[in-house]
Structures are given as C-alpha cells and as structure tokens.
C-alpha cells in the first residue's frame, strides 16, 4: 500500500477520515516488534480506518550521558517497513514541530510511579516520555493508540495519565515480540557484538526461569485445590503410585505462601551466573511489581504482577519483563 510521509500536525489533520484513526509511536529504528505494533493497529483501526505510525526521536526522553546522538535515524527504512506492516501515514515531525519556542517550560510529571525503577535509573525519563506522548496525542488526535508490552512501567504509565487527565483515546497493549533466540526486539539490540549478544540472552532467560518457578508453583496449588490433604486421601494416591503428587499436594496445601520470593530468586540465579561471563552482564534491577503502581509485591499477594528486569552489556542497556498471575491457595482455576 502506499504510505504517505507528513511531517506537520496541519497536514495530518487535513487529511479527509472515514473511520478510526490507530496510532502507533515509535522513535524509529522500526523492526518486527514495530511491523506487530502496526499490523494490530490495521486491525484495529479496520478496511475504513486509518493508521498512523510516528517517528521522533524524544530528546526529553534522554539524560545526561545517554544516547540520543547515537539513537539510530533510518527514516527511508521504516517507511518502508510500516507501509508493509499496514501503515497509511508515517508521522515524522522535527524538533521545532513538536517543541515550537525550545523545550517546553510547561511539562507532564510522572509522579511517585514514575520514580520507580525505569525512573530511578534514569531520572526525567517518564517526566519526558508522558509530555510527548501527550502532545503527540492532541498532534496526532487518534481515537485508539497502541504500545508494546515490553516497555511494561511506560504502559502503565501512559494509561494512568490518559485516565488520570481524560484523553479521550483508548490505550491497547501489545504483547512483547522476541527473537529466536528469546531477546526481546529492541532497536538497541543492533549495538550487541556477537559475545554480548550470548550474554544479553540472561534477561530473557531470567525471565523465563522465573515465569517456569511461577507455573510450577501454580500448578502445585492447583494440584492441592484438587487432592484434600488427608492422610486416607495420600494412602489412596499412594496406592495407585501418585505418592508424589500427594505430598507435594500437601506441602503446597501447608507451606507459608511464598510463591513471588521463589520466582525472584530464580530468575536472580541466571542474573548471577551471567555477571560471571565475559563479556559480564551488570544488572541494575530486577523487580517483582504490581503494574497498577510498580511497587513490590509481597508473599501473600494474588492477582496481576510484572517480573521486570534492566541490565547493561558492554555499553548498551536493555530491558525485558514478563506478565504472571498469582492466585490464594483457595481461588478457583
């Protein structure tokens, strides 16, 4: 399809519309995780609609000694990568556009949440990504737009913001896309040599050795609801050679929930034996949150939880998480 280039709010609004507009933001460097963003955004917006993708590259968005000179610029690329992908119009304003006067004097402030992890090791990130989200949504006027899920706590926060200030867009999560190899898309992984590369494959493995703890656990409880912990019920599982299931029914039925410190230190165990390679991977946060305000959980929680982590390899910083859901020892499968 052909795919129109803008690089004014003006044109963009001149633009005749017959059905939903979707928007999908990027800073460009488009790849697969992007082409997924869009093609969902196709679905959404519909044959009728109207889908938009944005390129710019936020300089809010990066602090001192970050990489915004080195943030990689491939416009002719993702314009060809988001006409593929469904796109009807690629978005790319400058500076000036989005910023007319310098910087804005007036900004979004993230709030406690928005100091939590991502915003502790980089402060003024969320502060700078929520003020140009929010002017690209009243540049762009979209009535759905979509994010990926693997920017877990720039998700939440752009939808406490959008509720929170009543934008009236809807916000849709898309699930984050990998590698082959496990390495969540990101258009950083292109600074990776090959030896970092190896190493970088921690974060995912961290995450999956963690999501794995978190299913057999679950599984055990689930295991536990359906077998009653009563010696006549082990002695008839016995009988028919489910002696393990029994027991493991009952230690499950009478251990201290600790279902989230189990899954924290299976992932940290990978986190562990990858600060000991070379090249070495140095974590700078592993974290077991709850994605309504990206605090810790604790051992007796139940219900949605983000397991989120952020590491550097060489000079590159990469971050990953996974979603997992823990239930009470009495809830329902």
Do not use: C, W
Not at 33 to 62: C, K, M, W, Y
């Amino acid at each position: 399809m052909t795919t129109t280039l803008l690089s004014t709010a003006a044109d963009l609004h001149a633009r005749v519309r017959a059905g939903r507009r979707a928007v999908v933001m990027t800073m460009g460097a488009l790849h697969e995780g992007h082409a997924t963003l869009i093609r969902t955004a196709r679905s959404v917006a519909g044959p009728d609609g109207e889908v938009v993708v944005t390129v710019f590259v936020n300089p809010l968005q990066f602090g001192k000694g970050e990489d915004l000179d080195r943030y990689p610029r491939t416009l002719d690329a993702d314009i060809e990568l988001a006409g593929q992908s469904g796109a009807d119009v690629v978005f790319a304003p400058s500076v000036d556009e989005v910023y007319p006067g310098g910087e804005p004097e007036v900004r979004i402030t993230a709030g406690p949440m928005g100091e939590r992890l991502e915003g502790s090791s980089r402060p003024g990130h969320f502060d700078g990504m929520l003020t140009v989200v929010a002017k690209l949504l009243h540049l762009t006027r979209p009535d759905v737009a979509l994010y990926g899920q693997k920017d877990a706590q720039q998700l939440a926060l752009i939808r406490r913001m959008v509720r929170d200030l009543n934008f009236g867009v809807e916000i849709v999560g898309v699930p984050t896309v990998r590698e082959e190899d496990g390495l969540a898309l990101s258009s950083r992984n292109r600074y990776l040599s090959a030896a970092e590369r190896r190493t970088a494959l921690a974060l995912s493995g961290a995450l999956f050795a963690g999501q794995d703890r978190h299913a057999a656990q679950e599984a055990l409880r689930a295991r536990a609801r359906e077998v009653p912990a009563t010696r006549a019920r082990a002695e008839a599982l016995s009988a028919i050679g489910e002696s393990r299931a029994a027991a493991d029914a009952h230690a499950v039925a009478t251990a201290v929930p600790g279902g989230p410190a189990a899954v924290r230190a299976a992932a940290r165990q990978v986190l562990d034996e990858a600060a000991r390679l070379e090249p070495p991977l140095a974590l700078d946060y592993l974290a077991l949150v709850d994605p309504s305000d990206f605090t810790e959980i604790g051992d007796d929680f139940t219900g949605d939880a983000v397991l989120a982590v952020a590491a550097r390899v060489g000079a590159t910083r990469l971050i990953d998480n996974v979603p997992l859901t823990f239930t009470s020892f009495g809830a329902a499968s």
